[in-house]
């Protein structure tokens, strides 16, 4: 009962000493990417708020504590130097342009780089930025080793560190905090208890940090409200405790919603023409790009260097003269049937050309230590494939125990599938998160061969189901039954793979209104998916 009490009692505490802040707030920052380093400062109150009013004090921000050498904001009441030295050399201690004013309800984004940098990643100018705050700060940052420009420096730390807004009105001996805000670990936190003229602070063993945020991903402040903070006794502008405030309820780590991830490159075949930021998913149809070859693939996007001539228009020719072909380099295709992992470094494929001969291919010699499924055409002997591939293969011939081997000549480049064959759908890899059916928006008829393209798509780790139904819920025929780890979206679009208007048991259906219908259930979770989609079915004028 003791862990349930205390739940209880963290709970009241943050209900009992949370209110809406009555003074400027972080509400955004990032950390990570470089280029995407920002704050955000929020005015919660209903009058605007004055950063540097000349002759009435300033605002400060800075993220440059260093304990070892006792370096806190809270020394500028004594001197510059003493409150930041600059000896860590990507930290900066900032005071604000004058009559540089947040109005009521308004936020001020600063880009801790340059501008473009910003403009780039965000797709937005900040109202400010480092650069234009104290360039000469910002263009000493990018001294060696820190001499990339741009966004070449990391100005707020990826692992550690504490972020602090701060008013000092340029007389009093004593700073006011405004906000605090801690990552990582306390390893950077502030104490000011033992300083003359300050109120306790909470001890750094006590104070609360939000874990490191991972790239592309922003703190954000679920509201106005600082939770867990002390409303009275502190060292705040208002008399808070800004050093209490429990960050972990307060703020959360969410994905940067300015940029949608995905591939960039137009050529890919997974191109996503909304994504903003490029996430390495780019997939590529690989293969000969030359149509003066035997294997030329006039799908191909990206060329691997596999262009050949075959030697031999069947595998026949190099089975049925085994002895006469040992030792020489050929060239040949057919369709890929199976794969064997032999062992952690040694696999064999077989592949059969249109009349039943089939040779085993396996890594040269020189290339045992390549993995096929460690590499680009890993796809060709993923088990869950839905497709049917035709390869060319350059190798050498070889014998084992009777049967014909050939023994890759280079790595990938020695495999090709230059034709496919999606007799169960294309399938194209992407994350889904639940099911869905399209059908193509027109009758078919069946009777004179007519077939009703569709596409499905399903999350990963799922059993997928597609049937036909009747609209009263009779069973008509199963066209997918399925298991699959990936997730992703299934084009069937060929003879072997739309549906062609017949039941289970081969007849053609009645004309009328069918639904086709999607299940995907993931067995790990118990999570079901459900959709489904309208199919008519129409008859000769």
Request: glycine content about 8%.
């Amino acid at each position: 009962m003791y862990k349930f009490y205390i739940v209880l009692f963290n709970i009241f505490f943050c209900f009992c000493f949370s209110q809406d802040a009555d003074h400027l707030i972080f509400k955004r920052v990032c950390i990570a990417p470089n280029e995407a380093e920002m704050i955000e400062i929020y005015n919660p109150t209903s009058v605007d708020i004055n950063l540097n009013a000349p002759g009435n004090g300033s605002y400060f921000l800075t993220d440059g504590t260093d304990p070892t050498q006792s370096e806190y904001y809270y020394n500028i009441v004594t001197s510059q130097s003493a409150a930041w030295s600059g000896n860590i050399t990507t930290d900066f201690f900032i005071s604000f342009p004058e009559n540089l004013i947040i109005g009521a309800g308004e936020s001020l984004s600063i880009g801790m780089h340059d501008a473009n940098t910003f403009q780039n990643y965000y797709n937005y100018s900040p109202e400010t930025t480092l650069a234009d705050i104290e360039p000469t700060l910002y263009y000493s940052m990018q001294n060696p080793p820190y001499d990339n420009g741009g966004s070449g420096f990391d100005v707020l730390s990826n692992g550690s560190e504490v972020l602090v807004l701060f008013y000092w009105d340029e007389v009093s001996s004593t700073v006011q905090d405004v906000d605090y805000f801690l990552w990582g670990s306390t390893d950077l936190g502030v104490d000011k208890s033992s300083q003359p003229g300050y109120l306790p602070d909470t001890p750094i063993a006590q104070q609360n940090f939000i874990p490191a945020a991972n790239l592309n991903y922003s703190y954000f402040r679920n509201s106005n409200e600082e939770s867990g903070e002390s409303q009275s006794g502190g060292n705040g502008i208002t008399g808070h405790d800004e050093t209490s405030e429990i960050f972990e309820i307060s703020w959360s780590i969410t994905q940067n919603p300015e940029v949608v991830f995905g591939c960039t490159d137009s050529i890919a075949n997974n191109y996503d023409g909304s994504a903003t930021s490029d996430d390495g998913s780019c997939m590529y149809n690989w293969g000969c790009m030359d149509s003066s070859y035997d294997n030329y693939d006039s799908e191909a996007t990206m060329d691997q260097g596999s262009c050949v001539n075959f030697t031999h228009t069947s595998i026949g020719d190099i089975v049925s003269n085994l002895s006469g072909n040992l030792g020489a380099e050929v060239k040949i295709s057919g369709k890929l049937i199976s794969y064997t992992q032999i062992n952690p470094t040694f696999w064999i494929i077989g592949i059969m050309d249109n009349d039943g001969y089939i040779i085993e291919i396996i890594p040269g010699q020189d290339n045992e230590s390549w993995q096929i499924k460690d590499t680009y055409l890993e796809y060709l002997v993923d088990p869950y494939s839905t497709t049917e591939y035709i390869v060319s293969v350059k190798g050498t011939v070889g014998e084992y125990q009777g049967k014909a081997q050939l023994s890759t000549v280079g790595k990938e480049s020695s495999i090709d599938d230059y034709i496919r064959y999606h007799i169960y759908g294309e399938k194209i890899d992407r994350q889904i998160s639940k099911a869905n059916i399209v059908v193509a928006p027109y009758v078919v008829i069946p009777s004179i061969g007519e077939r009703i393209n569709f596409a499905y798509s399903y999350p990963s780790d799922s059993r997928v189901i597609v049937r036909i139904y009747s609209l009263d819920g009779r069973f008509i025929t199963s066209l997918v039954d399925r298991y699959d780890d990936t997730g992703g979206t299934v084009i069937r679009a060929e003879d072997s793979s739309d549906w062609d208007g017949k039941d289970h048991l081969g007849q053609i259906v009645d004309p009328g209104t069918y639904l086709i219908h999607i299940e995907a259930s993931n067995f790990l979770t118990g999570a079901t998916s459900v959709d489904t989609a309208p199919i008519v079915v129409g008859v000769p004028n």
